[in-house]
């Protein structure tokens, strides 16, 4: 079974300090997207970050980058320097380059950002 | 607005009702997503549009639920007899292939 899983349903960090929210994935195949999405309160699902399984160098966003370690099937996230705008659920999902057409989803880790 | 929107955004309807929700993707994107996600959970896949072909249905569509998209832009998903199993966020996304863009979900209560 293709499945992600999402060990801390809940997490919280201090304003201006850096938290990682962890991932893990379970797939056979060796060529696929990985994808960090963002979902405020009622609000859109945005996404945040994106690694192509290939591509050893982690991917980067301005404060966001991602640890990928393909054999460990693993994929975090660091936000560094968090803010208050940061407080969201966020899904780790991926999917598979042979057929673009699901994405896998994570249950979610809700992230609580403290003033 | 060159996003993803979904229209629309709230629909409460009584169960037995059919209801319609209609989905318009980034107009340069040929591949259109339908999910369904329930309160503290990710996105479940429901189905799959390249272009104006259905390419894949998940078991969790029942015959009740049916999906178009007739031209090959925006889409459209009914759900006939709701029941009450049937309330969560429906979400659409269109993609070009490298990762999926999200519309705001039209949230649907059966009572």
């Known amino acids: 079974a293709q499945t992600v899983t999402q060990s801390q349903p809940e997490m919280s960090v201090q304003e201006a300090e850096t938290v990682t929210l962890s991932c893990t994935y379970d797939?056979?195949?060796?060529?696929?997207?990985l994808f960090w999405y963002k979902q405020p309160p009622s609000r859109q699902m945005i996404l945040v970050i994106r690694q192509e399984a290939y591509k050893q160098q982690n991917a980067t966003e301005n404060r966001f980058s991602v640890n990928f370690q393909k054999a460990a099937k693993s994929f975090s996230l660091k936000i560094s320097d968090s803010q208050l705008g940061d407080a969201a659920m966020y899904f780790c999902a991926y999917l598979l380059k042979t057929s673009y057409d699901k994405v896998i989803f994570g249950p979610g880790t809700s992230l609580s950002v403290i003033p | 607005d060159t996003g993803v929107s979904q229209d629309p955004r709230h629909k409460i309807t009584k169960r037995g009702q059919n209801v319609t929700f209609r989905c318009d993707p980034i107009?340069?994107?040929?591949?259109l997503y339908w999910y369904r996600q329930t309160l503290g959970q990710g996105p479940e896949f429901l189905t799959y549009f390249q272009n104006e072909a259905q390419l894949e249905k998940s078991r969790l569509l029942s015959d009740r639920f049916s999906a178009e998209r007739p031209k090959g832009s925006f889409s459209t998903l009914e759900i006939q007899r709701t029941e009450q199993g049937d309330s969560a966020m429906y979400l659409c996304?269109?993609?070009?292939?490298?990762?999926?863009?999200f519309g705001p979900g039209t949230r649907l209560t059966v009572t």
């Open positions: 797939t056979s195949e060796s060529d696929y997207y």
């Open positions: 107009s340069e994107h040929n591949r």
């Open positions: 996304a269109s993609s070009l292939g490298r990762g999926q863009y």
